[in-house]
């Protein structure tokens, strides 16, 4: 019997789907566990697993189409089957707009099913990418890409706008890049005449990515609901630093600040169970593990990738991890399990030079880390010599629903502590 294949929720936040391939046409038969398309979420680009035998007899929802989670797209059943009672039913459950007509008389047309419904896009629609160069695009505002092509493109200051797709809808990816840079692809004349006609005192539109509007749907929830306070102190990085670099001249792999943060923390969250915990309704669980999320930042929004029981890991392990991790956050590969959950959270922005900032937690964790840059100051000694040291500024931002204050305050000054002597950790 012919059933409907609805669109899959995907991802914990993920609401539609942006269909990005077919892996099967009208005609094929599939079975259970078979990868029948490639879906990107709110997050990135997932398989869609099948769960039934049969043939596609109708593929609903094509290449470049937007499904809402529960939509049909596809319709499987035996071959030769009649299924005109189930298109009727997509058809009757699709939106539906009105037709010209006279005054007194008034119809209804669905959509067909085939076609996602048209939308009007604004006349200064642009890419966030390209915002800069105010660079439109010809069908709807937006160049369609890949991130890793996006990143490749900045890598190399190629005009994505002069990259010729061959991936679903025309989608831009890293081998059409490669392939511009390769034949010496260059700005033409006209695009540049094109681009000097964005003036910057004119607006330009930007629409929502998906990612985008998750993010800030989670962030001022968590700003709203959860009572943040904040904590501030400034700690000495010499002695991590040299551990570092000592670390660094024998290991095969190069081991980051954040590895060595995030092993520290882990290491002073053992000994402060409630700063590891999340506030339900009814009570406050203190994790047993120790999942550790970095924000990375993504063209089209933030992701926070998670490093798993880090309690039982060492520095080497984490960082193998972390490598894994960011690059595939970079390119829109991140699995569900991979970036949610986090039980406590680092945002750093001391790679761009800010000294120090505030944080909004990420949910459902209780507190997140804001970490500065690292840079030489004048300290002060007890007995007034002044020394200059490398100086770091770290704020909590915590759930006082949660968190009360004097444990906030313990908990980073014990942190303070193991970071400033880093044999600790192995006490």
């Known amino acids: 019997m012919a059933e409907k294949i609805p669109m899959l929720a995907l991802s914990p936040t993920m ?15 599939v079975s259970s566990g078979d990868i029948l398309l490639e879906v990107e979420t709110d997050k990135a680009t997932m398989d869609y697993e099948g769960t039934y ?27 030769g089957e009649d299924i005109s009672g189930l298109l009727e039913e997509v058809a009757a ?36 990418n390209d915002a800069a160069s105010g660079r439109e695009d010809e069908n709807d505002g937006v160049v369609r890409s890949s991130p890793l092509a996006r990143k490749i493109a900045k890598q ?13 809808s025309g989608r831009i990816v890293k081998a059409d890049v490669e392939k511009a840079i390769a034949d010496g692809v260059k700005p033409t004349a006209t695009k540049a005449a094109v681009a000097s006609l964005i003036k910057t005192t004119e607006d330009v539109e930007i629409p929502h990515s998906k990612v985008r509007r998750i993010v800030a749907e989670r962030l001022a929830e968590s700003k709203y609901t959860a009572p943040h306070y904040y904590l501030k102190l400034s700690v000495e990085m010499d002695d991590l630093m040299q551990a570092r670099s000592l670390l660094n001249k024998t290991a095969d792999q190069k081991v980051s600040v954040n590895a060595f943060l995030i092993k520290l923390i882990a290491e002073t969250l053992k000994r402060h ?21 970095l924000a990375v930042a993504q063209p089209d929004g933030l992701i926070t990738p998670v490093v798993r029981n880090c309690e039982q890991k060492g520095i080497k392990e984490i960082e193998s991890d972390l490598a894994v991790l960011i690059e595939k956050a970079r390119e829109g590969k991140l699995q569900p399990e991979e970036y949610t959950g986090a039980t406590f959270t680092i945002s750093s922005l001391g790679s761009y030079g800010i000294e120090e900032f505030t944080a909004i937690i990420n949910p459902p964790g209780s507190a997140i880390l804001a970490v ?3 840079k030489k100051e004048p300290v002060v000694r007890d007995d007034d010599t002044i020394e200059i040291r490398q100086t770091m500024k770290l704020t909590l931002s915590c759930d006082h629903r949660t968190i009360d204050g004097a444990v ?10 193991t970071i400033e002597s880093p044999i600790r950790a192995l006490f």
């Open 156 to 168: 190399h200051d190629l005009d994505l706008g002069l990259v010729t797709g061959s991936g679903p």
């Open 53 to 79: 035998d049969g043939v596609v007899l109708k593929i609903l929802k094509g290449e470049g189409s937007e499904a809402a989670v529960g939509e049909p797209i596809a319709i499987i059943g035996e071959e």
């Open 372 to 374: 500065g840059a690292i």
């Open 273 to 293: 169970r409630r700063v590891n915990s999340t506030w339900y309704e009814d009570k406050i669980v203190e994790h047993g593990n120790i999942d550790i999320g």
């Open 408 to 417: 906030g305050a313990e908990f980073l000054k014990d942190l303070k502590d």
């Open 93 to 128: 459950d699709l939106p539906v707009k009105k037709a010209p007509v006279d005054k007194d008389e008034t119809t209804v047309e669905a959509d067909p099913v085939d076609e996602p419904e048209e939308k009007p896009e604004p006349a200064t629609k642009v890419d966030e």
């Open 15 to 29: 609401s539609e789907g942006h269909i990005a391939k077919w892996n099967v046409k009208e005609g094929d038969k």
